[in-house]
């Protein structure tokens, strides 16, 4: 079973469109997307398009729920600032990111062993919080227990890692932080997405036997960056495409 997962599109359209190229060709059996569809660019509506054509099973992100409380006007979309983004999105749009869910969960029976997955945006105790390659190891794994995750999957901080674990039963905890689609914080501007893998003899005892692979792929930064500069938005969220933080 080969899954692929990805996170933290924020409406950079050129991103997503290499990243589907890419994952296209590597013929995933299944696609999750983990939240923060939106925010950051001009292009939400047609990433959430793109998004519900392929029937993607998706979380709501942080951004995306910004959405609940907006107020958009006529004026809202001739005033230059951070919220344009948002006020972009079609109300259909706005709909949709409104009833996502908050975690996926998946339950695979391999052999004798019950192997449960945990998609989240942030955390499963907030939508915000960040679970980053060093947050407290003690910290994760209650965490972990608490919903029942044997793999925790997770995006928010646009940093890439997976992070193996050992339980008090001698078992092995995987944390992966997928990265970021359209907004890498990791110093490299190519966007990431994972590749999942599991196999019939996949075990929590085992862990090399899940294998959790990192793909980066190239895009046009800068015709991407310049598209922010020519919109209402700030500068700022071009210059963070090119520097990747």
Do not use: W
Request: charge should be negative; aromatic fraction near 8%.
């Amino acid at each position: 079973m080969r899954i692929a997962l990805f996170s933290d599109i924020h409406a950079n359209l050129p991103a997503f469109k290499s990243m589907l190229d890419d994952m296209d060709d590597q013929k995933p059996d299944a696609v999750y997307c983990l939240g923060d569809l939106v925010g950051y660019h001009i292009y939400p509506n047609e990433i959430i398009q793109e998004i519900r054509k392929r029937g993607i099973g998706t979380l709501k992100g942080n951004h995306d729920q910004k959405v609940e409380k907006l107020i958009t006007t006529p004026n809202s979309l001739q005033e230059p600032g951070k919220n344009y983004a948002y006020h972009l999105i079609s109300q259909d749009n706005r709909d949709y990111l409104k009833t996502l869910p908050a975690h996926i969960k998946l339950e695979y029976k391999l052999q004798s062993e019950t192997l449960n997955l945990v998609f989240a945006h942030g955390s499963t105790r907030s939508i915000d919080e960040y679970i980053l390659i060093d947050t407290d190891e003690k910290y994760v794994l209650d965490m972990m227990q608490e919903a029942g995750a044997d793999m925790l999957f997770v995006g928010h901080s646009h940093k890439p890692y997976h992070r193996i674990l050992e339980d008090n039963d001698n078992k092995f905890k995987h944390v992966v932080n997928l990265g970021s689609v359209g907004k890498p914080k990791d110093g490299d501007p190519r966007g990431c997405y994972v590749i999942l893998t599991i196999a019939a003899d996949s075990s929590l005892s085992d862990k090399n036997s899940i294998q959790v692979e990192f793909i980066r792929f190239e895009y046009d930064v800068e015709a991407s960056a310049r598209a922010i500069e020519n919109s209402l938005l700030q500068s700022e969220f071009a210059d963070a495409l090119r520097l990747a933080k």
